[in-house]
């Protein structure tokens, strides 16, 4: 007994491919096995995105797969120098269709502040990128940020990068109430 | 803490030794490059000094100083648990030739730290081993912490993507770029600066 059906309306034109393929991108988006490339600081940040606290588990992303061949997701957390390059390049190239790339941090965005000899300015000039998180390190609610709006992304079947959008400093008042505190 | 390594090195080497002094507490004897395998093998073998850990080696460019290139090691004795800078300055004005004794016969650790300031600054040892870049790749060209290399010259191990092959633009967007909120940021990456 079946209990839960795609149901199939409409014309037999197009319409039910389309089903197909939300069908399709939901089971992904929720299912998605991943790679952590992780080569600096931000992997702190990774660690705590992936630990019980802030629970990647949650949006179906538990699972790491210490082969890229069995991986859907790339997270490039961190610097990329030069010489890494063609080892992230490899990496990307073994792993299946469909295939995605989150950039964890400014390094790996844009290279951060390495405007110099060592570092790949960005990742999306090596391999492919979705979405950018931006951050040094980013917090991690903006990983979360950011593999939210790869689920967004998945599901439209979108495949132009995104970047995190930054969230407001929930301590900014703060910090302005207690100048205004200190200024007699 | 180890002036008497300084009096024990002028005693032994008198001219070889250009000059000391104790700023900061830092003892710092600056010898003459032909005399720097010889003293670092006194400083290690010495029974008063026994400077038997090797804890850096690096090359100094200063581009207004003839001889151009300075290089620094910093020992430790594990034994008698003092310190000691040494320096010694080589070069010409254009770091033509840029020579120098390899101590690897007296630290196996110089070995690498060696490679390093070759790699790095461009200071050839003779008598090393095996003397490659260890940071950099061999495809590499020059030397990056040598004053006259251009900063922002990257030299990429694998050709980046062009904007036609991903099909769309690689400028960074916002927040990224200058106006990311850290006074010392990147310049927003353009391809017309790469060329």
Redesign the interface.
């Known amino acids: 007994m079946a209990k839960s059906q795609v149901t199939l309306e409409g014309s037999e034109a197009g319409f039910a491919t389309t089903r197909l393929d939300a069908l399709l991108n939901w089971a992904r988006k929720y299912s998605l096995f991943q790679y952590p490339f992780v080569t600096a600081c931000c992997g702190m940040e990774f660690m705590s995105v992936a630990g019980p606290r802030f629970d990647l588990s949650r949006f179906g992303a538990e699972a790491p797969r210490f082969s890229p061949r069995q991986a859907d997701l790339l997270w490039v957390v961190g610097t990329i120098s030069q010489r890494q390059a063609p080892a992230l390049r490899r990496i990307y190239e073994q792993m299946m269709e469909p295939k995605y790339v989150l950039a964890f941090g400014t390094c790996a965005s844009c290279g951060g502040f390495y405007d110099n000899y060592t570092t790949v300015p960005g990742i999306d000039k090596v391999i492919p990128c979705d979405v950018y998180v931006p951050g040094c390190p980013p917090r991690p609610e903006g990983a979360l940020d950011g593999l939210l709006l790869l689920q967004d992304k998945i599901q439209r079947g979108d495949r132009k990068p995104g970047i995190v959008k930054p969230r407001e400093d929930p301590l900014k008042d703060l910090v302005t109430l207690r100048k205004k505190e200190a200024t007699p | 803490m180890s002036q008497l390594a300084l009096d024990r090195l002028k005693a032994t080497f008198g001219d070889a030794i250009l000059e000391t002094h104790s700023d900061f507490g830092d003892e710092t004897a600056v010898v003459r490059p032909e005399s720097w395998l010889a003293i670092c093998r006194f400083l290690r073998q010495d029974p008063a000094l026994q400077f038997d850990m090797m804890s850096d080696l690096c090359g100094v460019d200063y581009p207004d100083r003839v001889p151009r290139m300075e290089v620094v090691a910093h020992l430790y004795s594990l034994s008698r648990r003092h310190r000691i800078r040494v320096k010694t300055r080589i070069g010409d004005a254009e770091l033509g030739t840029c020579e120098l004794d390899s101590v690897t016969s007296v630290w196996r650790t110089a070995d690498w730290l060696e490679r390093e300031t070759y790699d790095m600054s461009g200071v050839l040892f003779r008598g090393h081993p095996d003397l490659r870049r260890i940071l950099?790749?061999p495809e590499?060209v020059g030397h990056?912490l040598r004053k006259d290399?251009p900063?922002?010259?990257?030299?990429?191990?694998?050709e980046?993507?062009t904007e036609e092959e991903?099909g769309?633009t690689?400028e960074?967007?916002?927040?990224?770029?200058p106006d990311?909120g850290?006074s010392?940021?990147?310049?927003t990456?353009t391809r017309s600066e790469e060329n």
């Open positions: 950099m790749y590499f990056p290399y900063a922002q010259k990257a030299q990429p191990l694998l980046y993507r991903a769309l690689l960074k967007q916002a927040p990224f770029g990311e850290m010392f940021g990147r310049r990456f």
